[in-house]
């Protein structure tokens, strides 16, 4: 059954039994697990999205999220949990993490009070588990070269056969009722000791000192345009909000998002317009919107908004009036 969600955002609000339906990427990202997420659409095609959920017991819970366009997800992980992602098994070109190329042989670890940028050039479908402290420990238990004492993996280069397998029993887990309680429970020990044998013949990198001070410098960045969510923000003023040069901003940006600082304002500020567009007031219009956001010429506005979405702003406009009356 397929269900458009309408909020309130959370994964904790998801029905596990339900195949939620999404044309905001806010709301998407708002529903992502273990952590807090923003999401913009740099299409076409116009955003949508379908997310599943299954708990495979009180500390794994799988996400299944198939996204019809590219995307930018930015956040941070700031729950008690431990945060796998496993990438569409094909991407022309392979998406950034972190400014780094995500091959489809490849898993993302990220662990709480980390940070993760990703840009994704096509739609397709994403595995994400939200892994608790018990799990993760048992998933890497066999891993020699990922002691706990040391710095927190953020990638599995792994064999193929192994990504098979683990994107086998994530489909498999899916087609298992919810209700399922023993064949989820089996479920989830394959799942860990699928993770396990994949830690233990993949090699294991660790966040250089580097890398780490990048990330930070980039959720600077992010936080510094959510907080004036993004309203007429000049990269100069980017630049004297965080501290960074302008140099630094700029190779940063483009490194993570596979855009120029100025083209990356551009989709943030036009992501805000087609959310307002999507939830507007009884009397807004097209124009109020488009000021409101920084755009001053309407034309243009609506030729980048088109470019973007597939779709004028009038037309976005008249589906979520036609929304908000349902």
Known sequence: MYTRYKGPTGPSHLDFGQVWQFDDPAAAAACLPAGQFRMIAIGPP??????????????????????????????????PETLLLLPPETGEPPPLLDGVPMAPDALALRHPGGALTLRSFGGGRWYLLALGKAALQQALAKAAEAPAAEEPATLAALPQDSLAT??????????????????????????LAGLADAAAVGRLLCFRACDQRHNAAMADIDRVLDAIDDHGCGLGELCAATGLSRRTVETLVLARTGMTPTAYLRQRRLALARSALLHPGPSQTVTDVAMEFGFWHLSRFAGAYRATYGETPSRTLEHGLQRSRA
Do not use: K, M, Y
């Open 166 to 191: 683990l994107r086998a029993l994530c489909r498999q887990a899916f087609a298992t009722p919810a209700g399922a309680t023993a064949e989820l429970a089996a479920l989830r020990a394959a799942l």
């Open 46 to 79: 116009p955003f949508a999205a379908n997310h599943q959920a299954r708990r495979l017991g009180q500390d794994v819970a799988l996400h299944r999220l198939d996204l019809a366009a590219p995307v930018l997800l930015w956040g941070s992980i700031d729950g």
